[in-house]
Structure formats: C-alpha cells, structure tokens
C-alpha cells in the first residue's frame, strides 16, 4: 500500500497541494525542495525543513495511522511504501515501512551525500558539515534527486506481488510513486483509493472510499477483522 501527506493531515501536518494551508503555499516547491533552491537560498530552505521538523515533533500519528497498523498485523505479506518524511507510521508502530522520500529527522552533509548526527552550533544557518564545513541539509529526496535504489526496488517488487493495493492520503501526482498504483493495476491487483479528492487515479481504482483516512481506514478494518481502534 501506498500513503502520501493525506494520512498526516488530521495529526495536523498541512498536505503539499492544498490551496490554503499547503506546504508550498507561499514558496514553489522547486524553491524549497530542490538542489537548485538549497543552492540559492540555503537558509530559507533550512528554515522551512526546521519548521516542518517542530511540526512533526509536535504532532502525534492519527486514527488512519492506526488503522494501517492493526492491517499489518492481520495481512501476512504487507509493505507499507510511503511517500511521507514525517515518520508518523513508524511512531504509530508499523514496522515494514519503505520511507521513499527520506525522514526529516535525519541530516547529511550537502557536498558527501553521507549522513551527519552531530555537528556544533556556530551559529550559521544551516549548520556545518563537521568533516568537510559543506552546509548540512536535511536526508530526504528533493525535486530531481533519485529515490534510494533499494527502497524504490521493493517498493516496484510489493506493488508487482500484491494482490490488494491502497493507494490513501496521496494526489498521485509525484513520479515514480505515483506509478505504482498503476503497477500494480497491471499486474491484476484490486486498487482501493481513499482520498476526499479525485486523482488521476480514481477512474482506474476498483473501489473509491471517498473521506478521511482517520475515519475511513479505521471502518475498513473494523468491517474486515472487527477491530476497533
Ligand atoms: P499532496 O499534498 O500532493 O496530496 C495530498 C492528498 O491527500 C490530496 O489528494 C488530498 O485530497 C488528500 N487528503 C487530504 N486530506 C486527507 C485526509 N484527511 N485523508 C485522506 N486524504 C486526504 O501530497 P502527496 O501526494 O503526498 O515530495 O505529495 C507527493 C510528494 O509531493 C511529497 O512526498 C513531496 C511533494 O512534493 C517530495 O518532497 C519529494
């Protein structure tokens, strides 16, 4: 299954696209979440990653986050790929998470490409890289970037296999992951969208489950496993 800034919307983490209150909604996203933008304005671009960072430490994982959980421990062969660098579905507790954007939590230094876990505060924003004085910048993919091979090769690999496909919380918009819930169309699986939105993908997906994730994906599995979240 797939997830996208949908499902950390009701733990009030602001989706990317939304008009109002969407992440990009006074910068593009090439200014904030590219090579090219870091380059021209690192310290805008620090800023704004500090704070999404308090944004996520403030905020907690929802009812929808929960839901995926108990479908984890009910599914026997579940991948949980998501497009999302808040980490809420690990501190929900779900365990095979493919993290194919990153997790704003963690640095690494602009010029190595290696992760940084420490470095003295000098004052400069962004901080420096305390091996090579690059600036350091946050471990997530950026507009233009490649996804980490390995991530993206098993998430291709469980969209493939699988026989059901959630695609929840994501404008399937943002390649490649807005291509697997049209791998896994191909390959014969039953897509389920859940989305308050159309997407390019609800005149594909076999079922539409139009609402919230925190309400939706909990009745999926209190009607499916009669559990209650
Ligand atoms: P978007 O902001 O593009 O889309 C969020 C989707 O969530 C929309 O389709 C909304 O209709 C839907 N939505 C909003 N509230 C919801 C709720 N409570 N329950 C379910 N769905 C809800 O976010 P993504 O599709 O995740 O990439 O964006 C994909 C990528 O584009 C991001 O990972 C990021 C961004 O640029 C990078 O930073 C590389």
Known sequence: ML????ISAESGIPTFRAAQTGLYAQHSPQELASPEGFRKDPKLVWEWYAWRRSKVTAANPNRGHLAL????????????????VDGLHRRAGSLNVLELHGNIMNTKCSRENT???GWQDTGSIPPICPNCKAFLRPDVVWFGESL??????????????????????????V???????????????????VNPEQTPLSKQAAIILSG???SILP???NAVWGCVI
């Open 115 to 117: 992760p940084v876990t």
């Open 148 to 173: 980490p091979a390995d991530k993206l090769l098993a998430a291709l690999d469980a969209a493939s296999a699988c026989n059901v496909f959630l695609s929840v919380g994501t404008s399937t918009l």
């Open 69 to 84: 959980v108990a479908m984890e421990q009910r599914v026997p062969k579940f991948t949980l790929i998501t497009q999302n």
């Open 219 to 221: 009745q999926l599995v």
């Open 3 to 6: 997830t996208g800034a949908g």
């Open 175 to 193: 390649e490649p992951a807005a291509s697997l819930p049209f791998l896994a169309l191909r390959h014969g699986a039953v897509v389920i969208e």
């Open 212 to 214: 919230e994730a925190g």
